[in-house]
C-alpha cells in the first residue's frame, strides 16, 4: 500500500515538474511581451508583470511588416496542412490496404527521403525552384513543406489504419462501394485522430520552418514569419519587447488549431502509442 502511494506521489511530482518545464517558458514570453522595456532587461527578472504596456504590440502590428509576416505564414501552413492531409490519407490508404507491385519498395523509398536533412538538398531544390520560376514564390515553400511532411505523415497513417477492420470495408465492396466511397464514408471517420495528428503536424512543420523560407523567399512580400521576424529583430537592433510580441503572436494560430481538433490529436497519441 505505502509502495503503491509512495509511486503515484512520484509519478504525480514527476508531472508537475514537466508541466512547468513546459508552460513555464510560454508564460515567461507572454507575460514579458507586456512589460516596459526597462523591466524586460533588468537583472531582476520578474516572473509577473510589475508595469503593464501593449507598446510592443502597437509597434509590431502598427510600425512592421508583420501583419503581412503572419497573413503569409497562415496561408502557406494551411495549404501545406490540406495538401499533407490529403496526400498521406491517400498514399496511406494504398500502401497498406492495396497490393500492387513494387509497394514495400516505393514505401522505404519514401521513407528514405525523409531521413536527409533539409541542408542536404537546399542546394538542388533551390535550382529546382529556380528552373521552375517559384523563386519568391509562396507556392514553392508549400512544395517543399508538403515534400518532407508527406512521408512521416504517411508513416504515421500506418498504425490508425491498421486499427481499422479490413471485413468492414469488404462488407461494404460486397454493397457494391468503391474503394474511395469506402474511403470516404467509412475508413475516414475511423481514421479522424490520425488525421488530426497529421493535420498538426503539418501546420507546426510549416509554420516554424526557417531554412527554405529564408532562402527560397527574397522579398518582404512573401516572407513568413520565422524569416520575416528575425529580419524584424535585426532591424531594431534586438527589441526584446518586439521580439516577444511576435512570439506572442506567433503561438496563438497554433493554440487555436490545438483547440479546434486538438481531443482528436490526444486520441491519435494514444492509438498510436497502443498500435
Do not use: C
Not at 512520484?10 to 507572454?30: C, E, G, K, R, T
Amino acid at each position: 500500500m505505502r509502495r503503491s502511494v509512495a509511486i503515484t506521489l512520484a509519478l504525480a511530482v514527476a508531472l508537475a515538474v514537466l508541466a512547468i518545464l513546459v508552460i513555464l517558458p510560454f508564460w515567461w514570453v507572454m507575460s514579458s511581451s507586456v512589460k516596459a522595456t526597462s523591466e524586460i532587461v533588468s537583472t531582476s527578472p520578474t516572473m509577473f508583470p510589475r508595469s503593464f504596456t501593449l507598446e510592443h504590440f502597437e509597434k509590431l502590428l502598427g510600425g512592421s511588416d508583420f501583419p503581412r509576416f503572419l497573413f503569409n505564414s497562415v496561408i502557406v501552413s494551411l495549404a501545406s496542412m490540406a495538401l499533407t492531409v490529403a496526400f498521406a490519407v491517400l498514399a496511406g490508404y494504398a500502401f497498406f490496404r492495396l497490393r500492387f507491385p513494387g509497394r514495400d519498395l516505393l514505401y522505404r523509398a519514401i521513407l528514405l527521403a525523409y531521413a536527409f536533412p533539409g541542408i542536404v538538398v537546399l542546394t538542388p531544390l533551390y535550382g529546382m525552384m529556380s528552373a521552375a520560376g517559384l523563386i519568391d514564390n509562396p507556392l514553392a515553400l508549400v512544395i517543399v513543406n508538403v515534400t518532407f511532411a508527406v512521408p512521416f505523415a504517411i508513416w504515421m497513417m500506418r498504425a490508425f489504419l491498421a486499427a481499422v477492420p479490413v471485413e468492414i470495408e469488404e462488407a461494404a465492396r460486397l454493397d457494391g462501394a468503391s474503394r474511395l466511397i469506402v474511403l470516404r464514408r467509412i475508413v475516414l471517420p475511423l481514421i479522424a485522430p490520425g488525421v488530426a495528428s497529421v493535420a498538426i503536424f503539418a501546420f507546426v512543420s510549416s509554420w516554424t520552418e526557417y531554412l527554405f523560407a529564408s532562402v527560397l523567399i527574397q522579398t518582404d512580400a512573401h516572407k513568413t514569419i520565422p524569416v520575416g521576424l528575425a529580419g524584424i529583430i535585426g532591424q531594431y537592433q534586438v527589441d526584446w519587447g518586439l521580439m516577444l510580441a511576435g512570439a506572442t503572436i506567433t503561438t496563438l494560430p497554433v493554440l487555436a488549431l490545438f483547440a479546434v481538433i486538438g481531443r482528436y490529436f490526444v486520441a491519435g497519441l494514444t492509438a498510436g502509442a497502443i498500435k
